[in-house]
Nanobody, 116 residues
Framework: QVQLVESGGGLVQPGGSLRLSCAAS????????MNWYRQAPGKQRELVAG???????NYADSVKGRFTISRDDAKNTVYLQMNSLKPEDTAVYYC??????????WGQGTQVTVSS
């Protein structure tokens, strides 16, 4: 089992920045693929960014050049640095882990609101 706890969400003005963190339990974090998803009201959950255990990274087109995903295996933590935030980035952001057997785990989510 993997438990995930997100933090760092909040209210920010357009053009501002936030850094989300996701702390994971367990001894096998380094073998997990880690992802950030988001879900806006009335919309489906969508993949924002992902980083594999080998460090390969992918981003949704809507966030390329603005968001950066990273991981610190020594701290069992994955981060999402979000810059140049737009109102359309407003959503609940979820951390997701895929372990070696492709079991999927989710955090409880953290709210990000971009508004003036």
């Amino acid at each position: 089992q993997v438990q995930l706890v997100e933090s760092g969400g909040g209210l920010v003005q357009p053009g501002g920045s936030l850094r989300l963190s996701c702390a994971a339990s367990g001894s096998f974090f380094r073998y997990n693929d880690m992802n950030w998803y988001r879900q806006a009201p009335g919309k489906q959950r969508e993949l924002v960014a992902g980083i594999t255990q080998f460090g390969s990274i992918n981003y949704a087109d809507s966030v390329k050049g603005r968001f950066t995903i990273s991981r610190d295996d020594a701290k069992n933590t994955v981060y999402l640095q979000m810059n140049s935030l737009k109102p359309e980035d407003t959503a609940v952001y979820y951390c997701n882990a895929l372990d070696l057997t492709r079991n999927s785990y989710w955090g409880q989510g953290t709210q990000v609101t971009v508004s003036s």
